[in-house]
Structure formats: structure tokens, C-alpha cells
């Protein structure tokens, strides 16, 4: 029949297909004639926006640097980096399994990790039982501290939602001590992972430190509207208004709160607040908003970084929070590859743990796989998002406090 | 109140919009188009380029993106999906092989969308500007959505009952083989509603672009969304498809502001099965077996 | 087919050879494995509700999410075999109920209503615990091993199979084919259709759920959007479909070119995939000459029964 035959066709092809793949797999690198990175992120699904803006051009601007030098050095010669790379299509069951190919088939030397926090502890153990460090500049989960020691490959460079929700309230703690707010607090957060970690960090920490919170709920992911959230936020009058959004909501609530004329003393909106985006979406009026993030927007390192990587991406800027934290892990990746001079993965993960390195975002020692400095707040000033707080890091700008009103765009 | 009810018309007021185009072809060209919320983001990234690389307004770009769309809408109806009209032993027959088809289309329509624009968030800001109406701030460029929306509506509703052309359409809708009986070209009506289908969304994507954050993968929302308000409303019925859409945009806004935003979606839903299961041919609907 | 004597030690030789796999292959082949063996349980318990009763479920999503949250939310408490047990018992109860309310609906209305399901319960879940246990991520940390889930599905899939071969030899099986053929024959036959049709779609979505709890443990950490995908349920349809939905084996026989064929996609052209893949959804639908039903009647050796064109 017809349509029997054509199923044992389609399934001849697919098995003949299968059998091709394994005869045709790579054959494992000669002695060191190039170096083999590998990495699976995600070019689509949910992920593809986050990992547009901040991961891919990273990666890519890389290693067209280390390539253009020669690349990376191994001892006195300079080795070339050989790149395989894999779509994980924002599934933790793909980048699993990406990345058991890229350790066992493809056999690459060293791997870059995936963009965001459920990927990454999606591909933790895996990376962990094949002994590849892991330097994750995507994640962020309070678990950061027992996945290290977990994994002991593992290096958390973006730090705990606690951190990022005290280091707020802290500096909240700070402006109301100068004056310049008062106590009156309205929160939302995105039902995601990361909204409510934020929130449930941040709830306490206002509590505690005698704030009102006049509004506390979260909306679902995918809500297109959040007009009504806002007028009736708008309505309470609150001093401080703390958003733990997703890009896409954090340009909704921004433009909304901009239609509605709700100018809190304090706008604070959550992930996609350091995107370039922002301010080609919003212009001036992105002034005085306040996000998670930041970076020492004037450092010399930092303007290079973002010429560098205007330059090699076609003119599309970094975000001014993970982007620059995944090159300066590249850059510790590099520098502790150099150090020990050949692919040794173990001595690499021991340099890393235990040296120093100059990065572009300062120079960087890991404590108990852990960095010492995150930036937490940042907001836009003239046209940069700068970092403010926590209020002690280095290069750390004051708040600007008022956030001037709405204009019309 | 007032606040809630009108957010929540104007939000009601882009659903219907967004779903009309299914619900002609699915009432009447009997396409289970899954792949619909990707033509919808093609037109948004189509309008989100001729706005920056141009500087066209929407609405200038309304009038070069619906001839566009119309056109390979039905290129689509007549190449792609007509062998399975063909082919199709009865109308369930095709409407399971039309989801499977569009299904794949949507990944094809997808991929291309990725690899020209990359999985990046687009957004523009055009007409966001405040407008009082009945003591309350909105935002124009929803508003300008929502009269858009009333006003295709109305018009196609008038082109299909007022005109000929209308008439046969609808009669395909009802019964294909009787239309055949009076002398009614079955096939190029439902690729001229097909095709119509697709023009609607187009347009419905440019409008939407003006105030919502998109990015090449998020078609499969829009057309998720698309979907309910044209089932819960009863398939072919665009007067259906309006108050499903309204129902819906309502209750999200009155939910958000009462009860709590995380329910938001949840209510959604639960109205729309809650809908199916009083009235299983949806609100309009007519029993089809 | 062949008699039992013969089949019996021969399908017995073929567990133990596929149980032996683990020990044979490197971590790669084992992740494929594993997947193969996910999308046999998955596509084959679809096939067992859908086969008969020729209602296409897009509801496979929402019950392994189920399986794979109820361990994301009790792995850390409870021991394994009781985890999985409660995810059963979950996976009926959530079946059970969605059965009688949906089972009246027909045609399309039931395959948007169950490809609704899986968001509907994603938000609730999302809802609960975003309100009452103030957490979302959850960690799932078991001492679980890759070898361990690949037996443990291994184990489900004989079972599927089991059972799918109980139920055909059984009085459901024989009430199922009569409803399959002609519901309203079958009803004057005093068959009660309803319950036959929910037990069946309670014993396929008890049996996804539990393949979605045994595959939990592979991401270590669970949130909603991570355990309820709707991409499974389309995937699984479209194996079930291309293999055959109305034989035991058919969804196999699908199941397995298609993750072969979708890993291979993967691999080679990662940056084409989506389209590669889509075109080859399109080959798949137009390479079945018939239609679906039209396929499903025909294999089926059966006379068409419903009328054709005419409404």
C-alpha cells in the first residue's frame, strides 16, 4: 500500500539519516592544532530575546578577538579557536542533550554555558560529572552558594536574587535616611522563577526595614496589558515603585506608567531596564529610571568593551548588566586557559577558583566560586545606565532622586 | 470601575480584532491555521521596519502590508493547502489535517522570521500618547486599535451579508456541498476568505505593533489567543468572535484590578472551557454534528 | 503475527538486550536512548486513547508538566517510589476530571480544549505557588542517576505495552472498537460510552504522567514553563500519527524515526532547524495519502462508516 510504504520510507530515511550522523562524526582534534569551544544557547524559543542581547554577541565577539590575536596561547605557541556551536531551542532537555554531544561526540575541549538560570542548572551536573568549568554569567538563583560547593566546577558570576532584592532596599534605606522619599512602596513581579524570587527576597526586606508596602501582586507571563495594575497603583500615590519584570513588560509598564502620568519619586523596573532597548525605545524619558543592573559606565575598560562590541556586532551595544559580567568570564576563562599553558580542564577550574584576573569589569577574585562585587542597581543618567548601587562597589555614581517627570514622546 | 471596563474594552477590542481573520478561515475555508500568529508577527516586524528604516507610520503601512498578505495568504490556500481539501474525506478529516499542515507552516514561517531578524525583542513606540475619555487616561494608539477593529468588523460584516460575494462565502460556511449545488465555486471561495483571513491579521499585526514588545517566536501567543476567542465564540461568527473577544479583554481587567493580575489568564481560560462546556459549539455556534 | 510462544521470550530477550544498553554506550547515546524511550511511552499511551477513540488529545503536555511538578515539589521530601506513586495518583485524579467534563465536546472543540489544558494548569500552578508557597523554582536534586531513568522508563514502556495489550484482549478493548467504529451503535449496545472513553483517557494520562515524573530529575531545576511545554504534545501527535495510532506498535514506529530524525536536524543544522523541521511536518501530513482518518480507516481494514462530504 501506498501509505505503508511511504512510512517505511520516512523511516528508512530517518534511520539511514542517524546511521550517516554517527559514521560521519568528527575525528577527535590532533594535538592541539586548534582549540575546540563548544556551546548550545538558545537562538529561539522564550530564551532567544534574552540571549540575543546578551550571551551570542558576547561569545561571538570573543572569539573573533582571541582569533584575531592568533589565538588562545598554549605554552609559547598561539592556538586558534574552533567553535561548535548548537541551538537549545530554550529546552532544558535539548541543552542536555547539546551538550552531552558537544562532550562526547564532538569532543570539544571546553564548553560555554547556556543563557539564563534554568538552563544553566539544567546543564550543571552534566558539566559537573565531565569535569568542565562552568562559568555561569546568566543566572541567577540563591542557591548559588550550595551549587558551588556542589559543583566545584561550577562559578556563579551573577550572583543571588537576595542580593540583588537587599542591595535595592538598602539603598532605599539610604535615600529615605537623606530625605528624599518616604515610605510608601508598590511592588509587581512577574510569575516567573526570577519575579518571585526577587519579590520574595524583597518583601521581607522592606518589612523589616519599616517601609509600606501599598501594593504587592505579581501577573502572568504573557500579559499584555498592565494598564489596569498600573492606574491603580497610580491611584495609591506610593513614593517607590519596584518592578521585577521581563523585558517585554518591563517596555509594557514603562510605557503605560509614562501614558498614565504615574511618576513616583522612584521608578524601578527589573530585566531589560539595561538593554540598549530601553533607551532606543524611550529616549529621554528613560532618564532617572532605576533597574537591576548597572556597570561603571566610566571606567576606560568598560567604554572599550562597548566600542569593541559595537564594532563586531554590527553596532548593537551590550546590556549593562549580564553582558559585560559574561565577557569578563570569558576573559577570566582565557586568562586561566593562558596560565596553565595546555587543555587541562581540572588545573583550569583550580586556577579559576583560586586566581586573580583583570577583566572588563574590574579585576575579579572568586571567593568559594563566588564573586565579591555585583552590581544590583543602576540607573540611566545623560544617556548611560551607570551603577549606584550596592553603594560601596567601585565607581558606584549617586541616585538621582527625584526621576524627572514624563515627557510627551 | 470605569477604568477597569475601559482597559478592559480596549483590550477585548484587540482580541477580536486579532481573531477575526481566523475565525473566517476557519468558519469558512474550514483551516485550523495554526500558523496564524506568525503572519501576525511577520506584519508587525514588517511595520516595525518601515517605521525605523522609513519612518512610515502603520498606517501607511497598513496599506502596503494588507495587498501583501492577501496575496500570499492565498498563494498559501491555493498551493499548500488545497490537496488537502482534496483529499479530505469530510470536514473533521480536514480540519485534523489542517492543523498537522499548518502546524509545519508555522515552523517554516518561524524559521524564516528567525533567521532574518534573530530572536531579539522589537518594539517601537508610535502614538503613545494620553487621551482623557470619560475622566480616564488611555493610551491612543490602543484606542485607535479598538476603532479599528470595530470598524473591519463592521465592514466585513456588511461586505458579508450585503454583498454577493458575501453571501457565497457564507454559504460555504454553512454547507460546502450545497453551495456546490447552486453553482458556487466552492474551492475559490474559501481561498478568497483564506486569503481575506490572512489580510485581517496583517492588519491587525501592524496595529498591535504600535504598543506591544514582539519578538519572532512569540507568534504562537497571539494565535493560542486567536484560537479561544474564535472557538468560545462560535466558528464562522463574527459577531461571536466580538463578544468573545470583549468577554474576554473584560475579564482579564476587571480580574486584574478586583481580584488578583496572577489570574489574569487563568480566568481566561477557565472562561473559555467554562463557555465550551455550557454551550459546546461555542457562544454563536451552530451544532455541527 | 507470530504466535506467543515464540513472541513472549523473544520480547523478554529484546527488554533484557535494551536493559543492557546503559552499559554499552557513552553518556550521549544514553541521552538519546533516553529520549527514544520518552517519546515511545509518550506517543504509544497517546495512541492507546486516541487510536480507538479517534479524538486527537493535545493534553500530553499537561500531564507529564503534572508528573514532572509533583516532583519538582516533593523530591526533596519524599522517598522515590512514593513520589512517583503520588504522581499517579495526581494524574488520574486531574484525568478523571478532565475526562467526564470533555469528553461530550467534539471533533476540534476537543483539541483545542486539551491544548488549553496544559496553559490552564500551568497558570494555576504558577498562581499557587506564587501566592501560597511563595516559591517557583523548584530544585530537584535526587540521587538519580541517567542509567537509573533509563530503566525506569524502560520499565513504563513495557508496561504501556502491557497494558495496551491487556486492554485490546479485555471487555474495554472490545466496547473501545465498537465506540470507534459507531458511538451511537455502541450506546444502543448498552455500552456506557462516557466511562469507557474516560478510563481510557485516564489510564494514557496516568501512564504520560509518570514518564514526566521519572524525567524530572534530568533538569535540576523545575519552574512551570520548564515542566508544562506544549512543543511535546505536538511532537508526540505527529510520531503517533506517522507511525499508525490504531495498532499497539504504530506509535513506535513513528516515535523512533522521528526523535532520530529531529536529533539529527539538531546536530547538523542547528541554525535551520525550525524550518527544516517545519518542511518536514508538511512532507509527513502530505505523505499520508488519505488524511489521517481516512489512513486510520483504511489500515483498519474497515468500511468507511461516517458519511462523507455531505455536512
Given at each position: ?409 | ?22 475565525t473566517l478561515?476557519y468558519g469558512v475555508a474550514r ?60 470536514r ?68 458579508l451579508t450585503?454583498?454577493?460575494?458575501g453571501t457565497a462565502i457564507r454559504a460555504v460556511a454553512v454547507d460546502p456541498s450545497s453551495a456546490r449545488l447552486v453553482?458556487i465555486?466552492v474551492?475559490?471561495m474559501s481561498?478568497?476568505a ?40 462560535g466558528i464562522g461568527n463574527l ?42 459549539a461555542?457562544?454563536f455556534g451552530r451544532a455541527q454534528? | ?308 462530504a455531505i455536512s
Amino acid at each position: 500500500m501506498v501509505s505503508l510504504f511511504t512510512r517505511r520510507a520516512a523511516g528508512s530515511i530517518a534511520i539511514a539519516g542517524a546511521i550517516a550522523f554517527c559514521i560521519d562524526a568528527p575525528a577527535p582534534a590532533q594535538a592541539q592544532s586548534s582549540v575546540k569551544i563548544g556551546y548550545a544557547v538558545s537562538r529561539t524559543g522564550p530564551n532567544a530575546g534574552g540571549a540575543a542581547v546578551t550571551t551570542i554577541p558576547n561569545y561571538e565577539l570573543w572569539v573573533k578577538e582571541v582569533n584575531a590575536a592568533g589565538g588562545l596561547k598554549l605554552g609559547d605557541k598561539r592556538v586558534p579557536i574552533e567553535v561548535v556551536q548548537y541551538d537549545d531551542r530554550s529546552s532544558a532537555e535539548e541543552a542536555a542533550r547539546a551538550l552531552e554531544r558537544l562532550i562526547n561526540q564532538d569532543k570539544v575541549d571546553f564548553i560555554l554555558p547556556p543563557w539564563g538560570t534554568g538552563l544553566n542548572l539544567a546543564v550543571g551536573p552534566i558539566l559537573h560529572r565531565a569535569g568542565y568549568p562552568h562559568i555561569a554569567g546568566t543566572a541567577v538563583t540563591d542557591r548559588a552558594p550550595e551549587l558551588a560547593k556542589r559543583w566545584p566546577n561550577s562559578f556563579w558570576l551573577l550572583g543571588t536574587s537576595a542580593g540583588a532584592a537587599e542591595s535595592l532596599v538598602e539603598l532605599l534605606v539610604k535615600l529615605r535616611g537623606e530625605g528624599k522619599i518616604g515610605d510608601s512602596v508598590a511592588m509587581t513581579s512577574i510569575a516567573d522563577g526570577f519575579g518571585i524570587d526577587l519579590s520574595s527576597a524583597a518583601r521581607p526586606a522592606l518589612t523589616k526595614a519599616k517601609f509600606k508596602l501599598v501594593y504587592d501582586k505579581s501577573y502572568p507571563i504573557g500579559t499584555q496589558d498592565l494598564a489596569p495594575i498600573i492606574n491603580e497603583i497610580k491611584g495609591l500615590n506610593p513614593d517607590v515603585y519596584i518592578s521585577f519584570s521581563y523585558p517585554p513588560d518591563t517596555l509594557a509598564i514603562t510605557e503605560q506608567s509614562r501614558i498614565a502620568g504615574f511618576n513616583p519619586k522612584i521608578f524601578y523596573t527589573g530585566v531589560g531596564t539595561a538593554f540598549p532597548l530601553y533607551k532606543q525605545r524611550f529616549g529621554a524619558n528613560a532618564e532617572g529610571v532605576m533597574g537591576i543592573g548597572g556597570w561603571d559606565g566610566d571606567s576606560p575598560a568598560i567604554k572599550t568593551y562597548l566600542a569593541k562590541h559595537k564594532e563586531a556586532n554590527g553596532g548593537k551595544e551590550p546590556d549593562r548588566w549580564a553582558s559585560a559580567v559574561t565577557y569578563a568570564g570569558l576573559q577570566m576563562l582565557q586568562q586561566a586557559i593562558e596560565r596553565v599553558g595546555k587543555i587541562d580542564r581540572a588545573a583550569v577550574i583550580k586556577e579559576l577558583q583560586s586566581g586573580s584576573f583583570d577583566t572588563v569589569i574590574g579585576p575579579v577574585k572568586l571567593v568559594n566560586n563566588l564573586p565579591t562585587q555585583y552590581w544590583w542597581v543602576g540607573q540611566w543618567q545623560n544617556g548611560e545606565f551607570y551603577g549606584i548601587g550596592p553603594a560601596s562597589n567601585h565607581g558606584a555614581k549617586a541616585a538621582v532622586v527625584p526621576k524627572p517627570a514624563w515627557k510627551a514622546q | 470601575m470605569t477604568n477597569a471596563i475601559l482597559t478592559g474594552l480596549m483590550l477585548g477590542g484587540m482580541y477580536a480584532l486579532v481573531a477575526m481573520g481566523l475565525t473566517l478561515q476557519y468558519g469558512v475555508a474550514r483551516i485550523m491555521n495554526l500558523s496564524y500568529g506568525e503572519f501576525l508577527v511577520a506584519a508587525a516586524f514588517a511595520a516595525h521596519w518601515l517605521f525605523t528604516a522609513w519612518a512610515l507610520s502603520p498606517f501607511v503601512g497598513l496599506a502596503f502590508v494588507i495587498p501583501v498578505s492577501f496575496g500570499v495568504s492565498y498563494a498559501i490556500y491555493r498551493i499548500l493547502l488545497t490537496p488537502l481539501v482534496r483529499r479530505a474525506p469530510n470536514r473533521d478529516a480536514l480540519e485534523v489535517d489542517s492543523i498537522l499542515a499548518t502546524f509545519g507552516l508555522m515552523f517554516v514561517v518561524q524559521g524564516i522570521l528567525l533567521t532574518v531578524f534573530g530572536g531579539a525583542y522589537y518594539s517601537y513606540s508610535f502614538l503613545a500618547v494620553p487621551i482623557t475619555v470619560l475622566g480616564e487616561t488611555l493610551a491612543l494608539n490602543r484606542m485607535v486599535a479598538l476603532a479599528l477593529a470595530v470598524i473591519a468588523g463592521s465592514a466585513l460584516y456588511l461586505a458579508l451579508t450585503r454583498t454577493r460575494i458575501g453571501t457565497a462565502i457564507r454559504a460555504v460556511a454553512v454547507d460546502p456541498s450545497s453551495a456546490r449545488l447552486v453553482a458556487i465555486d466552492v474551492t475559490q471561495m474559501s481561498a478568497l476568505a483564506f486569503a481575506l483571513g490572512g489580510a485581517m491579521v496583517a492588519a491587525a499585526g501592524v496595529l498591535v505593533s504600535m504598543f506591544l514588545t514582539f519578538s519572532a517566536t512569540t507568534g504562537v501567543v497571539f494565535t493560542m489567543k486567536a484560537l479561544i476567542v474564535v472557538v468560545m465564540g462560535g466558528i464562522g461568527n463574527l459577531l461571536g468572535c466580538l463578544i468573545a473577544g470583549l468577554a474576554l479583554g473584560l475579564s482579564e481587567a476587571l480580574v486584574a484590578t478586583y481580584v488578583d493580575p496572577g489570574l489574569t489568564l487563568a480566568v481566561n481560560y477557565a472562561l473559555f472551557l467554562g463557555v465550551l462546556l455550557i454551550k459546546p459549539a461555542g457562544l454563536f455556534g451552530r451544532a455541527q454534528r | 503475527m507470530i504466535g506467543a510462544p515464540v513472541a513472549i521470550p523473544l520480547a523478554l530477550a529484546a527488554v533484557a538486550g535494551l536493559a543492557a544498553v546503559p552499559f554499552v554506550v557513552d553518556a550521549y547515546y544514553l541521552a538519546l536512548a533516553i529520549s527514544l524511550l520518552q517519546f515511545t511511552v509518550l506517543s504509544t499511551a497517546w495512541g492507546l486513547f486516541s487510536g480507538p477513540t479517534r479524538y486527537i488529545s493535545l493534553a500530553t503536555a499537561a500531564f507529564f508538566g503534572i508528573g514532572a511538578y509533583t516532583v519538582a515539589v516533593l523530591g526533596e521530601l519524599l522517598p522515590w517510589p512514593l513520589v512517583l506513586a503520588i504522581a499517579g495518583i495526581i494524574g488520574v485524579l486531574t484525568a478523571a476530571v478532565v475526562g467526564f467534563s470533555t469528553l461530550r465536546l467534539s471533533g476540534v472543540y476537543f483539541v483545542i480544549f486539551t491544548f488549553g489544558l496544559a496553559e490552564l494548569i500551568r497558570q494555576l500552578v504558577v498562581w499557587y505557588e506564587v501566592n501560597k508557597s511563595r516559591v517557583l523554582g523548584r530544585y530537584v536534586f535526587a540521587d538519580i542517576t541517567q542509567t537509573d531513568i533509563y530503566w525506569q522508563l524502560l520499565a513504563l514502556a513495557v508496561v504501556t505495552f502491557v497494558i495496551g495489550w491487556a486492554i485490546a484482549r479485555s471487555r474495554l478493548g472490545f466496547a473501545l472498537r465498537i465506540i470507534g467504529e459507531d458511538e451511537t451503535v455502541a450506546q444502543h449496545c448498552g455500552i456506557n460510552t462516557t466511562v469507557a472513553k474516560v478510563a481510557l483517557f485516564t489510564v494514557s494520562a496516568t501512564i504520560m504522567t509518570i514518564a514526566g515524573a521519572i524525567m524530572a530529575p534530568r533538569w535540576t531545576y523545575i519552574e512551570p514553563s520548564i515542566a508544562f511545554n506544549a512543543m511535546i504534545s505536538f511532537q508526540v501527535v505527529i510520531m503517533a500519527l506517522l507511525g499508525g495510532a490504531h495498532r499497539l506498535w504504530g506509535p513506535v514506529l513513528g516515535a523512533i524515526p522521528m526523535t532520530l530524525l529531529f536529533e539529527f536536524l539538531s546536530a547538523r543544522f542547528p541554525s535551520t532547524f525550525t524550518i527544516i523541521m517545519g518542511v518536514v511536518f508538511l512532507l509527513i501530513v502530505y505523505a499520508l495519502p488519505r488524511g489521517v482518518i481516512g489512513l486510520l480507516q483504511r489500515l483498519a481494514n474497515r468500511p468507511t462508516k461516517r458519511s462523507e462530504a455531505i455536512s
